[in-house]
């Protein structure tokens, strides 16, 4: 069986006060989950949804088997940390995984360009 190989990439991400930072992970030896961390610094506090996009060689990983501080809920602080089984998500496929974590203010919807158009951050 050929799994992925795993380098984590850093990413960075900064919109409404709120920056993701000092993103690193590791493929855990002898198993096939990955260990993400990453800081979430904000300045305004509150509670965040975070998403981790996994960027392969060639395509995006459909990662559906990710656990920790992701999702709704989330609050600021350093070392969050994600776990991702890439056993499941990668059964048949090599290479380097660069992982995308971004975070969203609960609630933010940013500033409307005019009435009834979209949103921009």
């Not at 890439?86 to 995984?97: E, I, L, M, R, T």
Request: hydrophobic share 40%; with cysteine; charged share 20%.
């Amino acid at each position: 069986m050929i799994i992925c190989f795993v380098a984590v990439l850093s990413a960075m991400w900064s919109v409404f006060g709120v920056t993701v930072t000092n993103v690193r992970g590791e493929q855990r030896p002898g198993s096939k989950l990955v260990d993400i961390y990453y800081d979430l610094n904000s300045t305004d506090g509150g509670t965040y949804t975070v998403e981790v996009v996994l960027e392969g060689d060639t395509e995006t990983v459909q990662a559906v088997s990710l656990t920790g501080d992701i999702g709704k809920g989330v609050k600021p602080g350093q070392n969050r940390h994600v776990v991702w089984d890439a056993g499941v998500d990668c059964v048949s496929k090599k290479g380097y995984v660069k992982a995308v974590v971004t975070a969203e203010k609960e609630g933010a919807q940013g500033v409307q360009l005019w009435e009834g158009g979209p949103y921009w951050a």
